[in-house]
Nanobody, 115 residues
């Protein structure tokens, strides 16, 4: 069973930055067709934030384009989500995902952006 270990959430003021990390246990990040980040705010459905394929193609939700960047480090076997210019609307639990959807999910990490 694959476990996705997430880290990097927290509380930040609007305009600030955070970086989330996701590392799969026992498997290479390149063994998945894609990895990505989703988020779920209170009372809302889980939504896609960003994905990166094994070939390196990235995709972003319109709401985060130009502010968030998904990347990976092969040496650390980790996928990152760099979040800049954060807004209160970005407040949510962020989940790492890997594989063919629904695939594997991390435990979630809270991101809170204060105004």
């Amino acid at each position: 069973q694959v476990q996705l270990v997430e880290s990097g959430g927290g509380l930040v003021q609007a305009g600030g930055s955070l970086r989330l990390s996701c590392a799969p246990s026992g498997r290479s990040i390149f063994s998945f067709n894609a990895m990505g980040w989703y988020r779920q705010a209170p009372g809302k459905q889980r939504e896609l934030v960003a994905t990166i394929t094994s070939g390196g193609t990235t995709n972003y939700a319109d709401s985060v384009k130009g502010r968030f960047t998904i990347s990976r480090d092969s040496a650390k076997n980790t996928v990152y989500l760099q979040m800049d210019s954060l807004k209160p609307d970005d407040t949510a639990v962020y989940y790492c995902n890997a594989g063919v959807f629904p695939g594997y999910w991390g435990q979630g990490t809270q991101v809170t952006v204060s105004s």
